[in-house]
């Protein structure tokens, strides 16, 4: 894939500032909406079952994040899903410690059963949980020295979305097309929420083209970001990291990300 | 209104470390406990209908923001606005939203119609949205080319209440009074929660004066930061603005302020 | 206590890498979250009672915080700490705001009754209310000169826990033990959450050696992090020192340390 049609896709997804709909964990939800902001989405929070369906009916996007799940939420994302799916939009599913309970992982796999979701984005971990595998997830963060481009296809196979496994090296299955992602930068894995954020850039990146592609872009965009980030980080700071990974998914033009993506397509 | 006079009530406000209790959304809890930190008053959270009331009576103001509103919340800024009523502190409504469900606008005209509000601070389309006039609202931003200094003597009459619309220009009203302020930076609308924290800044003045006139302080004051926090801001960029308006809400002294203030006071 | 017993526990943290699971207030989550990564240790959230005994069966240590309590969350930190009683794991409570209602402070109470409490660690205000004595908690803040070490000797005989009251001067108590730590910052009054970060970091020094020594070591090391953050951070900016201390708090390694750490050890 071409830094070119990267670009073209962010340059989209700033035209039309895509309402992104999170109904997430509260660990994440100011970061993630610093993110949409910065990048050039709208994002919105609402986890109440009484709006879940109207607002999603709103959004260009809905991204189900079960990072601190509970009762009441689990039932807005019911409802936001069916209103998501009946209007044809994207329903991004972030599986947040899938593996880590069994309520954890047996929501995200009911909600993969009832609704029509575009694409899940985890971790290895997290993906192995829901494919049954061995899924050890230490706390919420990646780890191991998994295969995620086998685990991407077999979710893409098996759960018939978008599947991407994120990581070191990030996977992007869809129906045999399978991209490889070589962006990304360590201290993604010193700051919480970077994942979720990553989710809901990827469902910004679906409004505008609906293809394991455009999530690629989205990964390798991400990526790239913190890689500029990085280099502007003095001492590795996890804090200072944080702040210039926002300020690189604002300042980002074509100019920086040529040289940054690595994008490959496996046949 | 003079510099003089927004710097006579922040240091007032800074004596006096007013206790802020907020019913808030679960986005922007941190940024505004740490906002009203960094400025020099003192943050309290609590949500639960068992001691909405009793933190209420201790609170010098409440704050009530909508923008994730759920029942057992809205149960809590039931009780908690009653207490503030009948102990006659301040009570802060945040439409976050309004127009964008029926959830949100018909919670904030109940709670309008049940307590005795003394300020709604909102952008253009949330106070159109209570006005039942067309309330077209992306997301939770303001925008839009909007008439505030009508929609804000509008929503004074109807709901006797301060309205405060704010967006590029604000604009104040109560029983005749009309503040215009022109502070501010664009990079406001960057980072999320800045009008919920400008709401809870509000209530922190009107604990020192119950005017119009420190509304339209509050606001000043705070346009002015975040033009300070602009010029500090390199590259245009969200996050460190973000870092750096919490910087300037505590830092700015009167010789800062007295090159900024912008407030117009129409007939 | 020597520099170099704090540096060795914090290195075996850091090597351990310890699971805290924390069911704490939504203002904070997201900050402790990023200061536990940034230490080294990992964090994970989960509020549901439906998941908080597994949960609380995979980690390492957990941490009760009532900073913004409801029923739902109590009825969580129940079942969790019953399960990381029987797995024998410490459990840390932090009082948030005890003393300020009745419901934070019989919910504490209750909680130190039902449960085996390694830990609790709170300001001056919130132990005195648990203790029965007067309890003016301005906000969540510490504030007034309380007497540290007396109030950490009381609670730690009357609960039977280690006891750690923090403030200007720190004081650690546990069966005859008494450390004092003065590093620290004023800063840390500035920016919301820090209490509750530091509970979470004693948390992970307690996985490590169950000791008040072990809770000590934490605060000194938290405050040595703050001193640095705080020598980094110009014109005194709240916004800064809450990213200097996420990166001092990374950063710190035995040479910085020597320099700072200050723990007298009472008779």
């Known amino acids: 894939m071409k830094a070119k049609e990267v670009i073209g896709l962010l340059e989209e997804v700033r035209k039309t500032r895509p309402l992104i709909h999170n109904i997430t964990n509260t660990v994440v939800t100011n970061f993630t909406a610093n993110g949409l902001l910065s990048m050039g989405a709208s994002p919105v929070m609402a986890n109440a079952p009484e709006e879940a369906a109207e607002m999603a009916k709103a959004a260009n996007a809905l991204v189900l994040n079960i990072g601190t799940l509970n009762r009441e939420q689990v039932k807005a994302m019911r409802i936001a899903g069916k209103a998501a799916n009946e209007k044809g939009i994207p329903v991004i599913l972030d599986p947040v410690g899938a593996g880590a309970t069994a309520y954890r992982t047996e929501t995200a796999l009911a909600l993969l059963e009832e609704l029509d ?17 061995s899924g050890n997830v230490q706390g919420v ?12 296809k077999e979710a893409a196979r098996r759960f018939e979305v978008i599947a991407a496994v994120t990581g070191v090296e990030d996977a992007v299955a869809h129906q045999g097309e399978v991209f490889i992602v070589q962006n990304g930068h360590t201290l993604l894995t010193k700051v919480t929420g970077t994942g979720c954020l990553l989710s809901s850039i990827a469902a910004s990146f679906l409004t505008v083209q609906h293809s394991a592609g455009a999530v690629a872009a989205a990964l390798a965009y991400y990526g790239a970001a913190a890689e500029i980030a990085g280099s502007l980080t003095t001492r590795e700071g996890p804090g200072s990291f944080q702040i210039e990974l926002l300020n690189a998914l604002h300042a980002t ?15």
Do not use: C, F, T
């Not at 963060?141 to 991407?152: F, H, R, V, W, Y």
């Open 117 to 133: 979701v575009a694409l899940i984005r985890a971790n290895a971990g997290e993906m192995a949980a829901l494919l049954g595998e």
């Open 141 to 152: 963060d990646a780890s191991g020295e998994a295969d995620n481009p086998k685990l991407a």
């Open 253 to 267: 033009q074509e100019m920086d990300l040529r040289h940054y993506i690595r994008v490959k397509q496996e046949s």
